[in-house]
């Protein structure tokens, strides 16, 4: 329940965070809480997940794609995830998410959500990969598309890094996997 708590602070502070542009960064800043946490006393797996959803949120609410979303039958969907845990987060410690849309190709976006300690250590990183689905033609619309309707008049996206190439191969496999029912 708390979670929804979260998404409506993010929300409703979303103006006092300004239009999100493209090749940004959403910030959002976070305590660890009891119902956060596992039986290690540190921020549970499952609930990085959750809060970088927070951040994705964020990013659709300022840049206009939750209000165009509603109005057009759109949803953006995430496809897959990866994430590398490398320092905990403790019961009570401040963090920052900072999730960023890294490029796209095609109907696939990648996004970066990074975990920051007070001190600026990165505690863990989430690639993922989305897209935009359209209910009423029943297909993932092509993310330059999304970006005109948005307003993105910034250069094209880069290329995949190494990394990205590597999580989005892996990411396709598995859905190669589970589509066959394997």
Same mark, same amino acid.
């Given at each position: 329940?708390?979670?929804?708590?979260?998404? !409506?602070? %993010?929300?409703?502070?979303?103006?006092?965070?300004?239009?999100?542009?493209?090749?940004?960064?959403?910030?959002?800043?976070?305590?660890?809480?009891?119902?956060? %946490?596992?039986?290690?006393?540190?921020?549970?797996?499952?609930?990085? &997940?959750?809060?970088?959803? @927070?951040?994705?949120?964020?990013?659709?609410?300022?840049?206009?794609?939750m209000? !165009?979303?509603?109005k057009?039958?759109?949803?953006?969907?995430?496809?897959? @995830?990866?994430?590398? +845990? =490398?320092?905990?987060?403790?019961?009570?410690?401040?963090?920052?998410? =900072?999730?960023?849309?890294?490029?796209?190709?095609?109907?696939? =976006?990648?996004?970066?959500?990074? +975990?920051?300690?007070?001190d600026?250590?990165?505690?863990?990183?989430?690639?993922?990969?989305?897209?935009?689905?359209? +209910?009423?033609?029943?297909? +993932?619309?092509?993310?330059?598309? =999304? &970006?005109?309707?948005?307003?993105?008049?910034?250069? #094209?996206?880069?290329? #995949?890094?190494?990394?990205?190439?590597?999580?989005?191969?892996?990411?396709?496999?598995?859905?190669?996997?589970?589509?066959?029912g394997?």
């Open positions: 329940m708390y979670v929804w708590f979260r998404l !409506l602070r %993010v929300a409703a502070t979303r103006n006092r965070r300004g239009p999100f542009q493209i090749g940004g960064e959403s910030r959002l800043s976070f305590r660890c809480l009891p119902t956060d %946490v596992d039986m290690n006393l540190h921020l549970n797996n499952a609930r990085y &997940m959750m809060l970088a959803d @927070l951040g994705r949120m964020d990013i659709f609410f300022r840049c206009g794609l209000r !165009l979303a509603r057009r039958g759109w949803a953006p969907l995430l496809g897959g @995830l990866q994430t590398a +845990f =490398v320092r905990e987060i403790r019961l009570w410690q401040r963090f920052e998410i =900072v999730s960023t849309i890294e490029t796209w190709a095609g109907t696939n =976006v990648i996004g970066r959500h990074r +975990f920051l300690l007070d600026g250590t990165t505690a863990a990183i989430i690639l993922t990969t989305a897209g935009v689905y359209d +209910f009423r033609n029943r297909g +993932f619309l092509k993310m330059e598309e =999304v &970006m005109a309707e948005i307003g993105h008049t910034a250069p #094209p996206p880069r290329e #995949p890094s190494e990394e990205e190439r590597a999580f989005t191969a892996v990411h396709r496999d598995l859905r190669r996997i589970a589509k066959n394997r």
